[in-house]
């Protein structure tokens, strides 16, 4: 059931709708306790900007059958219903050391449970879409497709309209770098600001890969950082001179991140061609191999 806060700062649009019945997902008209059921609406109650109305849930007590009920002490593992799949609150955005305003640190959010995966996607409800095209439906398909072992290191998908706030300093430290599309850290990758941008299916995949492979670099202790990947490296340079990527030449851990990416987009047989020093050691981390 569609509820306002009745107050006069509920717009006149959602105004009209209280105490209306919809469907969550489905396009259709029904009935429930003798009430009319409307289609599902574009935006739920709470996902418009700066909403002021939720969403009542509704049993239908004519159809509910107690018998089928599980009692208490007989929870029957099933994560489609142990898990909470949607709610909306506020939610805190970036990390300590970003250097961002506590005001727009915390933001109200829709939390998205895809049951299949187990992954959450987070999205701001007053999101941008001029500045941020990318959404769960989007980003879904191309994270189920990943290797199992990338696709196991992310937990929560993070959706933003704002550019990351370490983009100043890696400008500095890397001069080829602009800003970054995407970042990831300990099972979350963020998605930033893209103005609209439309990235062609390769595109997606591509940086899905990458900031996988970055997850799987701090999975394993920042492996990029040792001693034997950074052999392997000038190993595979002093061959012919060629980088995995322009990208990679922004240090250790792009090159790693850049290599997984590689790797599976080409085919490990590719890769070992050019880069066999590297393939050494991915061969040993990747056991979907």
């Not at 109305?53 to 599980?70: E, F, G, R, S």
């Not at 990390?95 to 727009?104: A, H």
């Not at 790797?263 to 981390?285: S, V």
Request: with cysteine; proline share 5%.
């Amino acid at each position: 059931e569609w509820r306002t806060s009745e107050d006069e700062r509920v717009r006149v649009s959602h105004a009209e709708l209280n105490g209306d019945l919809f469907f969550w997902h489905d396009s259709k008209v029904g009935e429930i306790n003798g009430r009319k059921i409307y289609p599902a609406p574009k935006l739920h109650p709470g996902m418009d900007y700066r909403c002021r109305c939720i969403a009542i849930p509704i049993i239908d007590l004519n159809n509910w059958n107690a018998a089928v009920v599980t009692p208490i002490g007989e929870v029957k593992a099933n994560k489609r219903l142990e898990l909470s799949p949607y709610e909306v609150k506020e939610f805190r955005f970036f990390n300590k050391f970003d250097d961002v305003p506590e005001i727009d640190r915390v933001r109200k959010s829709i939390i998205d449970l895809d049951a299949d995966t187990g992954i959450k996607f987070i999205v701001p409800t007053d999101l941008d879409k001029n500045l941020q095209n990318l959404t769960k439906d989007k980003l879904l398909p191309y994270i189920v497709s990943l290797p199992e072992i990338l696709k196991e290191r992310i937990k929560q998908v993070r959706i933003l309209d704002v550019y990351c706030p370490a983009d100043k300093k890696w400008v500095e430290l890397y001069p080829d770098f602009t800003r970054a599309y995407a970042t990831a850290e300990e099972y979350v990758v963020t998605f930033w600001r893209n103005n609209g941008l439309v990235l062609s299916d390769s595109r997606v995949r591509e940086i899905l890969l990458h900031e996988g492979g970055h997850l799987l670099d701090i999975f394993y202790g920042n492996i990029s950082l040792k001693e034997k990947w950074l052999k392997a490296v000038k190993a595979d340079t002093s061959i012919h001179g060629l980088p995995v990527t322009e990208y990679a030449r922004n240090g250790p851990a792009e090159d790693f991140a850049e290599s997984i990416m590689i790797y599976y987009t080409y085919g490990n047989k590719e890769f070992a061609k050019y880069y066999p020093n590297r393939y050494g050691i991915l061969k040993e981390l990747l056991k979907d191999d």
